[in-house]
């Protein structure tokens, strides 16, 4: 069969006889391929690629001794400029299926390898008690026991031995839990969520290797979440955002790379309106730990509105040391969105959603008397729902940026400025 285009998910798709879709994982478009088809996938079916018979020119040699059997990565197998062009189409029609057809789509904001600084690992415990340490496999449950990541920064590779080592005595851990491992200025942060208590000789354990790892801080969690524990603190933990040291709460989110926290951050700051002075107000939503409310304060006042209690403390107390120009506020944006005359007095809204993005929220920013709203997005599908509405209320793209925080994934994420359509330009 032939491979006529790339699908959302990264799988060629081809047609079969009666011309449905069929998805093959790890092919590319123009590509002669010889598959096996299997279950369904939507209104097609999945194939399983026996051989490339006609290889694409965008084909290269995967760099990854462990792809493509891990989940963490899918497109490995892709040549980086078109890997990046297909990242920025993706964008243009997330966009134009909200309606703004022709959206004015930047260039991929790229991300190198060997810079992620936060993964989140699974672990088993296999009957000899060894211990599995990985991300899981493509399309299963599965944990692939890695060697190396490629994508991560080698600072928290050199970890996965050690941390094995560490895990095998761990009587806290019995069968199964995941590492969130947070690189920070002050070095490697460890949230490790287990099935079981640490007593005393666990955290004695863990103590020395806090120590001999140069991890500043180690805190436990159940598998299913809930409240941390501090399990060994050998020192602070901090990390600067934009400038602004702030002590992260264990696991807490970070923009995925340094490079596309930039990338995003300046992307946010070229969205907002030209015009700013020292007293003009920004509302910003979601704003976690404060990686764009500082930024944002170096133009104007900021009211950082965050749902996560730990969250809004550590954004807090860092805004207080910075001088005040960032005002935070717990709120859960779910159960309670701002409503459209809270907003009055903001020259510009920002949101970074989670990945179900903000479908509460948007009804009253589209009834709100705002002219700007940058919409930072880690979710195309979800996106797009939200963006729809603003496309029926007169609001058109300014600019967006579609930055691959996710390399070798199918992740996107993507920066939006949207502006009210000027009156005259809605008129014709
Ligand atoms: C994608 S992260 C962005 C965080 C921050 N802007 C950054 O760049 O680091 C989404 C944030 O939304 C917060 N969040 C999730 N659900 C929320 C809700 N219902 N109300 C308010 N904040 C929420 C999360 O705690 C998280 O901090």
Redesign the pocket.
């Known amino acids: 069969m032939t491979i006529e285009s790339l699908g959302a998910g990264g799988d060629g798709i081809a047609r079969d006889a009666e011309g449905r879709p069929l998805f093959v994982p790890g092919t590319l478009p123009g590509e002669a391929v010889r598959a096996t088809p299997g279950g369904r996938r939507g209104e097609g079916s999945l194939a399983t690629l026996d051989e490339v018979l006609a290889p694409s020119p965008d084909r290269v040699a995967p760099p990854c001794p462990h792809f493509p059997a891990c989940g963490g990565c899918a497109m490995q197998h892709f040549a980086a400029a078109p890997y990046a062009a297909w990242k920025r189409a993706r964008l243009g029609e997330a966009l134009a299926r909200a309606g703004f057809e022709d959206a004015p789509v930047a260039e991929t904001r790229v991300t190198p390898p060997a810079t992620r600084r936060r993964a989140d690992l699974a672990l088993r415990r296999r009957a000899d008690g060894s211990v599995v340490l990985g991300f899981h496999e493509a399309g299963g449950a599965a944990v692939v026991d890695l060697a190396t990541c490629l994508v991560l920064d080698p600072a928290l590779v050199a970890l996965f031995e050690p941390l094995r080592a560490l895990l095998r005595g761990l009587q806290a851990f019995r069968r199964e839990g995941s590492a969130v491992l947070n690189l920070l200025d002050t070095g490697p942060d460890l949230l490790l969520r287990l099935d079981g208590t640490p007593g005393t000789a666990d955290r004695a354990s863990l103590a020395a290797f806090a120590g001999a790892q140069g991890v500043p801080r180690i805190a436990g969690a159940s598998p299913k979440g809930g409240a941390t524990e501090t399990l060994a603190q050998l020192g602070p933990v901090s990390i600067a ?1 934009g400038g602004v040291p702030v002590a992260p709460p264990p696991g807490a ?3 995925a790379t340094p490079q596309g ?1 930039t990338a ?1 951050v300046e992307a946010v700051l070229n969205g907002l309106p030209k015009k700013l002075t020292a007293k003009t107000r920004i509302a ?9 409310s500082f930024p944002l304060a170096t133009r104007a006042r900021v009211t950082a ?4 209690a730990d ?1 809004v403390a550590a954004l807090d107390a860092a805004a207080r040391k910075a001088g005040g120009r960032v005002a935070a506020v717990r ?5 309670q969105p701002l409503m459209a005359r809270e907003l009055d007095g903001f020259a510009a809204l920002v949101l ?3 990945y179900a993005g903000a479908a509460d929220q948007m009804p009253a920013l589209a009834r709100s008397s705002l002219q700007r709203i940058v919409y ?1 997005s ?1 979710n195309p599908a979800a996106l797009t729902r939200d963006a729809r509405l603003l496309h029926a209320t007169g609001w058109r793209v300014a600019q967006a940026t579609p930055i691959d925080q996710f390399l070798w994934s199918t992740q996107l994420e993507a920066v939006v400025a949207f502006e009210r359509e000027r009156r005259e330009a809605r008129a014709s």
Do not use: K, M, N, W
């Open positions: 955002l989110f970070l923009q926290e995003i910003e939503l979601h704003a976690g730990l404060g990686t764009l509105y965050e749902g996560s969250a709120r859960d944006l779910a159960r970074d959603p989670p930072v880690c």
